[in-house]
């Protein structure tokens, strides 16, 4: 990474109030060097720049770190290349991580990218989020996240199963969230959620607004749900 993008993830890490920042933004730059160089040969991203890596992305994916918290068993549905997962992980070692996400090469990177890297609290896992769901992994998670996967009324459907009861879904969005929510609070309550909270969310040299909308999981997610795929896409709650 060039020197001037490292000092803008440390100092960007330190305005989010990351303990050892400095060790983290080392670790996190060399994610991003594997991660470009991997989007290199199987497009992972799309066209971004380091700039965008650093700021769009691993900034973007820290910001929710409080809301996360500490010492938690967390899975992130929909992580693509990491995110928000990886750099969660990274900057929360006292808990436990699972990234899941349906495409297997992007799965292979991040066990092969965490284990060169030392970041032990992540397992990664190749699957659907509906088909999961109704496996072991249900209702067995404090905290789920999401980023860039589905609008709330998809999303939800997709991730509170996954969810113990006084857990929490934390899900990353933009200007558009008011909307979203408003659309999704039906499929939250059929889901045994309730909508905690949209917060504001501050993402240092970030323009345009960011939220995390907080859902709590109040009941038990009712055994039909997740629905298959195509019902959720055609037919949301």
């Given at each position: 990474?060039?020197?001037?993008?490292?000092?803008?993830?440390?100092?960007?890490?330190?305005?989010?109030?990351?303990?050892?920042?400095?060790?983290?933004?080392?670790?996190?730059?060399?994610?991003?060097?594997?991660?470009?160089?991997?989007?290199?040969?199987?497009?992972?991203?799309?066209?971004?720049?380091?700039?965008?890596?650093?700021?769009?992305?691993?900034l973007d994916s820290v910001s929710g770190h409080k809301l996360v918290g500490t010492g938690k068993k967390?899975?992130?549905?929909?992580?693509?290349?990491?995110?928000?997962?990886?750099?969660?992980?990274?900057?929360?070692?006292?808990?436990?991580?699972?990234?899941?996400?349906?495409?297997?090469?992007?799965?292979?990177?991040?066990?092969?990218?965490?284990?060169?890297?030392?970041?032990?609290?992540?397992?990664?896992?190749?699957?659907?989020?509906?088909?999961?769901?109704?496996?072991?992994?249900?209702?067995?998670?404090?905290v789920c996240v999401s980023r860039a996967v589905a609008a709330l009324n998809k999303l939800s459907e997709y991730c509170l199963p996954f969810?113990?009861?006084?857990?929490?879904?934390?899900?990353?969005?933009?200007?558009?969230?008011?909307?979203?929510?408003?659309?999704?609070?039906?499929?939250?309550?059929?889901?045994?959620?309730?909508?905690?909270?949209?917060?504001?969310?501050?993402?240092?040299?970030?323009?345009?607004?960011?939220?995390?909308?907080?859902?709590?999981?109040?009941?038990?997610?009712?055994?039909?749900?997740?629905?298959?795929?195509?019902?959720?896409?055609?037919?949301?709650?």
């Amino acid at each position: 990474m060039e020197q001037n993008n490292k000092e803008l993830l440390l100092s960007g890490l330190i305005k989010l109030e990351v303990p050892n920042a400095e060790q983290k933004a080392d670790i996190l730059a060399m994610y991003c060097d594997r991660v470009l160089e991997a989007n290199g040969r199987f497009n992972l991203l799309g066209n971004v720049t380091e700039y965008d890596m650093v700021v769009k992305h691993i900034l973007d994916s820290v910001s929710g770190h409080k809301l996360v918290g500490t010492g938690k068993k967390v899975l992130d549905i929909g992580t693509g290349a990491g995110f928000p997962g990886f750099p969660l992980a990274v900057c929360l070692p006292q808990s436990q991580f699972t990234l899941a996400d349906a495409t297997e090469k992007k799965i292979d990177f991040i066990r092969q990218t965490a284990q060169a890297l030392g970041v032990n609290n992540i397992t990664a896992v190749s699957g659907r989020a509906e088909e999961m769901a109704h496996g072991k992994m249900r209702e067995s998670f404090d905290v789920c996240v999401s980023r860039a996967v589905a609008a709330l009324n998809k999303l939800s459907e997709y991730c509170l199963p996954f969810i113990k009861c006084g857990g929490r879904l934390v899900a990353y969005k933009g200007p558009l969230v008011y909307d979203e929510v408003a659309e999704a609070e039906k499929a939250f309550s059929m889901l045994g959620g309730k909508l905690q909270g949209i917060h504001a969310v501050s993402v240092p040299y970030l323009e345009g607004d960011r939220f995390a909308a907080v859902i709590d999981k109040l009941k038990p997610t009712n055994p039909i749900y997740p629905r298959k795929n195509s019902n959720i896409i055609k037919r949301p709650l």
